[in-house]
């Protein structure tokens, strides 16, 4: 294996020295950028899209040669585990992902497959590629759902405001619920080890729906199985963002992960507090603040890298761009953290 | 005025002695019970419903009589405000409010007129009614959203995810947005003004969206306009509910207000801790917790109650009741708190 030319983000996620910040952006292979939308418009789904190698290679690249950002992400979908375990879905433009079949019953869930690290061969043949093309310009991060989304998903059906009929299941069903967790949770230690077979430097694990659960049930339905992917995935840094779980923010500093992602609610100091010197925290700009000028993008930026420090961080949105961002705005919050203290 | 029979909300809320832990629920008029339903038949939409007091008073003394609360609160909808000011909207079936207009310039902002205390009559006669009604039974609960989560609904025009059209027009157009927050901030301090004036014995503001802003916007943007309605109100007390905004939660504890609700993600010992003895809480039982068996329900409401004790505390959920909650639940959950240590 050849050596990467910049390794800041693996260096900061392992908590060694740095010389400057390294930064990338959730969703920076995205709408964005008009570079994207033009390969999109060479599929006529976005899941067909996600399905094809080559151009998820080429959009996973983009934002390394135009936004110049330190990492590089595998354009793919955390709904692809599901799929793949036998439940397919549909993106419907402007809703969001549909789910035609969802989980009921322990009959439903007996028929899932468990997925190996060849099941999702496309997200693996991409990872290759990209690795290629990269030419270990910068690391290749490799990602999945975390179980508890992933559930919230196979039993709501789409996605919802209070992902209530996916509590609900918990509240009625907790030993299909866990019967479920489990077999998600060995698909995706299996799927993530998978990507680092074929080259992904980092793994981070998006629990997006964080959030909607009590401290209780977050602690009983989705930290313990986080904790299992993070014991079992050995070979490379973890990374956990879990958006909303404020609450839980000290527990998960105890998991065996390099580091905790951060939304925009969450304060600098106070996260430090919560989680003590010796993880890497990485986030939290709110994404509309790349609506703002840029002189006032710049002012905020640079405080919220002064709050988090130069070292044990990773600079990143609280949350995935939103389409409608200016790629001038997003490249110039690249190029802030880039000139930062240098 | 006559005295009220049960005054142990008020008492609760004030911070004096109680013999039982008061209890009442967010959206307890409502669809969950089949009472509630029947009324709303008669009408042809939601907008009507709520501006026809005979119906509302109905509808507010419905859970008082099935469920046995210690409170009634008005049945109206956050969003009579903007109506009023100018800006009128419509309820889509299953989707929400829809503005047709939105506020995007100065013009747009200048054109809102100010609520005075008689401005929105039908809610003031629907309070006269329901006092009356009442017979003292119960406390009767105001309301009305705070500033900030009205703002949002008039500048994104409908329901979000992310709020990111309000908050872009934070972020790019400050100074018209704190022209149009003091504009609402105003409206709403006249408009809770005449509803007490015509009997609400408590008043609670709703920061429905305070959870989509960054620490430093909510407390430019939300909080010192519900710091401005607190110290207007002083004529009865003053509850706080601002969904998922943990992180101002100590600041909060500086209103001059007299409670503060809670979401079902923030746990007791901790709100307690950030907020001090001298302010009184609520909530926050996780409705979907109203999906499980009565043994459940029974066990995790008394797990509340011990962690939040017997004083300074007012019983309730998380976030309202949702429709699809048995209304039989519902009621289990107002039996066990009058139950619980008594």
Same mark, same amino acid.
């Given at each position: 294996?050849?050596?990467?030319? %910049?390794?800041?983000?693996?260096?900061?996620?392992?908590?060694? $020295?740095?010389?400057?910040?390294?930064?990338?952006?959730?969703?920076?292979?995205?709408?964005?950028?008009?570079?994207?939308?033009?390969?999109?418009?060479?599929?006529?789904?976005?899941?067909?899209?996600?399905? $094809?190698?080559?151009?998820?290679?080429?959009?996973?690249?983009?934002?390394?040669?135009?936004?110049?950002?330190?990492?590089?992400?595998?354009?793919? &979908?955390?709904?692809?585990?599901?799929?793949?375990?036998?439940?397919?879905?549909?993106?419907?433009?402007?809703?969001?992902?549909?789910?035609? $079949?969802?989980?009921?019953?322990?009959?439903?869930?007996?028929?899932?497959?468990?997925?190996?690290?060849?099941?999702?061969?496309?997200? %693996?043949?991409?990872?290759?590629?990209?690795?290629?093309?990269?030419?270990?310009?910068?690391?290749?991060?490799?990602?999945?759902?975390?179980?508890?989304?992933?559930?919230?998903?196979?039993?709501?059906?789409?996605?919802?405001?209070?992902?209530?009929?996916?509590?609900?299941?918990?509240?009625?069903?907790?030993?299909?619920?866990?019967?479920?967790?489990?077999?998600?949770?060995?698909?995706?230690?299996?799927?993530?080890?998978?990507?680092?077979?074929?080259?992904? &430097?980092?793994?981070?694990?998006?629990?997006?729906?964080?959030?909607?659960?009590?401290?209780?049930?977050?602690?009983?339905?989705?930290?313990?199985?986080?904790?299992?992917?993070?014991?079992?995935?050995?070979?490379?840094?973890?990374?956990?963002?879990?958006?909303?779980?404020?609450?839980?923010?000290?527990?998960?500093?105890?998991?065996?992960?390099?580091?905790?992602?951060?939304?925009?609610?969450?304060?600098?100091?106070?996260?430090?507090?919560?989680?003590?010197? %010796?993880?890497?925290?990485?986030? $939290?700009?709110?994404?509309?603040?790349?609506?703002?000028?840029?002189?006032?993008?710049?002012?905020?930026?640079?405080?919220?890298?002064?709050?988090?420090?130069?070292?044990?961080?990773?600079? %990143?949105?609280?949350?995935?761009?939103?389409?409608?961002?200016?790629?001038?705005?997003?490249?110039?919050?690249?190029?802030?953290?880039?000139?930062?203290?240098?």
């Amino acid at each position: 294996m050849t050596k990467l030319k %910049n390794d800041l983000l693996l260096r900061a996620a392992k908590g060694e $020295n740095v010389e400057r910040i390294p930064v990338w952006m959730m969703r920076q292979a995205g709408r964005v950028l008009p570079e994207y939308r033009a390969v999109r418009a060479k599929t006529n789904n976005f899941i067909e899209f996600v399905k $094809n190698p080559e151009l998820a290679a080429e959009v996973t690249i983009q934002p390394v040669d135009i936004f110049g950002v330190d990492a590089a992400i595998i354009f793919s &979908d955390i709904l692809v585990i599901p799929e793949a375990m036998g439940l397919p879905y549909q993106m419907v433009e402007s809703k969001g992902p549909w789910f035609e $079949n969802t989980i009921k019953t322990k009959t439903d869930i007996d028929k899932l497959i468990v997925c190996q690290g060849d099941t999702i061969d496309y997200v %693996n043949q991409a990872i290759s590629l990209t690795k290629k093309q990269l030419d270990n310009r910068v690391p290749l991060i490799g990602f999945a759902g975390a179980p508890w989304t992933i559930l919230a998903y196979m039993v709501e059906g789409s996605g919802s405001k209070t992902f209530s009929k996916a509590k609900k299941f918990l509240y009625t069903e907790p030993v299909l619920a866990h019967l479920l967790l489990e077999k998600i949770t060995q698909s995706t230690i299996n799927y993530l080890k998978g990507q680092i077979a074929v080259g992904a &430097d980092l793994i981070q694990l998006f629990d997006s729906w964080a959030g909607v659960l009590s401290p209780q049930q977050y602690g009983e339905f989705a930290l313990r199985y986080i904790r299992q992917i993070c014991e079992a995935i050995t070979e490379v840094p973890t990374t956990v963002f879990a958006k909303g779980a404020f609450f839980a923010l000290e527990e998960m500093s105890k998991l065996p992960c390099s580091a905790l992602g951060l939304d925009w609610n969450t304060d600098a100091d106070w996260a430090r507090k919560q989680v003590g010197p %010796n993880i890497t925290l990485q986030g $939290n700009l709110d994404p509309c603040l790349l609506y703002a000028d840029f002189d006032t993008i710049k002012t905020e930026t640079e405080k919220m890298l002064t709050e988090f420090g130069t070292q044990r961080y990773i600079a %990143n949105l609280g949350h995935g761009l939103y389409p409608d961002i200016e790629k001038e705005k997003a490249k110039f919050f690249v190029e802030t953290v880039k000139g930062f203290g240098v």
